[in-house]
């Protein structure tokens, strides 16, 4: 939702609320996998607030797409779930027009 050239990607705003009240006033845990830092320069991490995986919920409720990359796939198969749960109950990027609202 940041970039300067291009839109607003689909609820990246409602993502991006939704994140913040997981995380916000709170002590965030940021667990590195295999890279340190994406093609951009971005930080690579998974993000916990106590035994909670933030990646995951956002996931789940459709506010992400659960995207692994070679060789940071520990979490992998627990974020196809998590998808495959927000695909299957129609969650967030799975709702019928999700951006037409």
């Known amino acids: 939702s940041k970039h300067p050239l291009k839109n607003v990607e689909c609820l990246a705003k409602e993502a991006a609320e939704k994140n913040k009240s997981l995380v916000e006033d709170k002590t965030v845990k940021l667990v590195k996998d ?4 994406d093609k ?22 459709g506010l992400a797409y659960a995207v692994t990359y070679l ?21 967030g990027l799975w709702a019928d027009n999700p951006c037409k609202k």
Do not use: M
């Open 71 to 91: 060789p940071d796939v520990r979490h992998q198969i627990k974020l196809r779930k998590a998808q495959e749960y927000a695909k299957n109950n129609k969650l």
């Open 40 to 61: 951009y320069g971005r930080l690579l991490r998974y993000v916990y607030v106590e035994d909670t995986l933030i990646n995951e919920v956002l996931v789940k409720q």
């Open 34 to 37: 295999i890279s340190d830092k």
